[in-house]
């Protein structure tokens, strides 16, 4: 069984910043990369950043490019997304994903969410 579980969401006032984690654990899989969506109410999932788990190489959703920055800790299985400026309509529930394929739809695993809300 693998275990995704993120911390780090939590309530923060218009321009401020947050750090969410994602930390990796049960059976050794085979991944691809690591990396977030989140989902507001109403609206569906949305992707926000990826990074490949060999070179390192990130990708983000247009929404947060330039304020969000994802990075990975190899040694300690654990995946970072530092969001900065961050904007009312950040407001979701934040997931962590595990990428088992190639693919950009290829996620295998999924956390349980943690909550950002950005007050304005």
């Known amino acids: 069984q693998v275990q995704l579980v993120e911390s780090g969401g939590g309530l923060v006032q218009t321009g401020g910043s947050l750090r969410l984690s994602c930390a990796a654990s049960g059976r050794t899989f085979s991944r691809n990369a690591m990396g977030w969506f989140r989902q507001a109410p109403g609206k569906e999932r949305e992707f926000v950043a990826r990074v490949t788990w060999s070179s390192g190489s990130t990708y983000y959703g247009d929404s947060v490019k330039g304020r969000f920055t994802i990075s990975r800790d190899k040694a300690k299985n654990t995946v970072y997304l530092q969001m900065n400026s961050l904007k009312p309509e950040d407001t979701a529930v934040y997931y962590c994903?595990?990428?088992?394929?190639?693919?950009?739809?290829?996620?295998?695993?999924w956390g349980q969410g943690t909550q950002v809300t950005v007050s304005s």
């Open positions: 994903a595990a990428y088992t394929g190639t693919s950009s739809t290829s996620v295998g695993y």
